[in-house]
């Protein structure tokens, strides 16, 4: 008995040795492998560099190693405009700065929530940039302070913009000290994925591009017709042709230089536009920015109306207004044509800039403003050509006047569309499309008196009014409006302690503008009429993660949100039923068995 309970006191003695070791062991453990916070460690931020220290006076290359943790999606740096795009910034510091940010291609990724695939990164990528050290830099340790800012997404859910701040420690010394290089391989095979991705990326064009390209060459055929284009028709083409009856060689040349001339303006501002797009991305997130962009527009738009005039300076005018011979002169006439009428093309232009920007692809800004600019020179090129077409043009009149108001409502639309995020109901934001349709054709059909002494024009205005007024009707009905939603009540304080108290189960939905999965959710399941009528029966509460507010982490953390959509159902005692809660895009029924379950 004495051997066995010494036994047995051994045996409890060693279990208690392996107890206090396990402890200090597991402390260590978490200490160096912290666990992943909800939202801040989805992309974590490494700075690779080429070399130890760096000499005044030259360029050098580096990397920035992004680790994106499973199972989460960033969305590549070109998106559609209703998604953030991944930006990498770093704030420049005297005479040290970072440029020409190079991601690799990103993948195209098919969710079950998207019509189409998305261009995402997922896992590590490497992102390569250039270091540039001015000659009169500071010699010594400097820090420079870098962000990236981006969106994630699973194959389920998103989570909201997250920005991780990084920091890049340089050493900088003298020309002629010399430096050790450094992760040579991983520079090498950065280079070698963005080159072959490219090639292996290829040049897929589908349906929406072309549909694209089309609605520019559209677009400039319609400006080709503002009153700031149309009675240079004549000037022109009389230009072109020098006094001769028939069409020659001369007359092609010069067509073609003034084309090319007008698409490098206009291609140039499209670049622009595409390479500012990274920035335009990320600032249309600021409600501030999408305010003054829809005040922009509005006031482009009361100029096309004729509410205020928009001018260039007149010495501008007068110089790109003189006329030079040979073919020198009309390439410079293609070139200036845009300064010339941009009264009238300035506010459209403008329009289709931002659209580009948000777009973010270069090539996307060089071809669609190219094809523009086909658009709106293929008329005079074409009259030129065949010259005896020119006296069929219908004479400068009302008409003009009135294709730039048409322009107007263009620009109000956009306003209007721009204007989406600001408006958290889908209803107002809907309607809100459909009543600038309605009232641009009421408007351009009837009220407006421009060309009503032209039967024909008339009748085509009206025209083209009933088909506006038309087309917004149906828009409006298609849209989902005679199904009225879930009625949501914005978060507050005390309304799930106040539903426990009076034993009313709760809906609790946390959602977002940016989420695509949210949106179709919106539409198709909270929008249809026995969901709507069984969440009568609970309180249902909404939690827009839209725009970031004070409060938005305590909420997240005491209802432990990683990402939405999450619907969160509470029963009549104010406890969650763990059991029911949805992550994920759903379809009607499955929603409508867990309200079942709940009630």
Known sequence: MVRGQRGDCLSYLDGCKRRFLFIPLLTLFLFIFPPFPAWASTVQVEVIHSQDQYETGKDYPLLFRLVIAKPWYIHGTKTEPELIPTTLTVREKPRLKIVGIQFPPAESKRFDYADRPTPVFSGQILVRATLRVAKDAAMGGQVMEGKLSYQACSTISCLPPENVSFSIPLKIVPPGTGATLMNQDLFQASERAIVYGKKDKGSKLGTGFWLTLLGFFVGGLALSLSPCVYPLIPITVSYFS??????????????????????????????????????????????????????????????????????????????????????????????????????????????????????????????????????????LAVLAFFSGALARLPASGDWMLWVRKFMGWVLLFMAAYFAKPLIYDYVIETGLMAAVVCAAGIHLGWLDRTGTSLHRFSFFKKALGVALIGGSIFYFWTAGLVEKGIEWLPYKDGLITGAAEGKKPVILDFTAKWCEPCEILDRNVFRDPEVVKLSRHFLTVRVDLTVPHPRQKEILERYGVKGVPTIIFINKEGVEEKSLRIESLVDKSEFLEKMKALL
């Open 242 to 379: 020098q006094g001769r009856k028939k069409a020659s060689i001369y007359t092609l040349i010069n067509c073609f230089l003034y084309i090319l001339g007008l698409a490098i303006t206009n291609s140039a501002l499209g670049v622009w536009a595409a390479l500012s797009g990274r920035m335009v991305g990320s600032f249309l997130q600021n409600p501030w920015v999408i305010v003054f962009l829809v005040c922009l527009f509005i006031a482009l738009a009361l100029s096309s109306f004729g509410l205020w005039e928009f001018r260039l300076p007149a010495g501008l005018t007068r110089l790109v207004s003189k006329s030079f011979g040979g073919y020198l002169g009309t390439f410079f006439m293609g070139l200036t044509l845009g300064i010339i009428a941009a009264p009238c093309l300035g506010p459209f232009i403008v329009g289709l800039l931002t659209y580009v920007a948000q777009k973010g692809d270069p090539f996307l800004g060089f071809i669609s403003f190219f094809v523009l600019s086909i658009g709106l020179g293929l008329p």
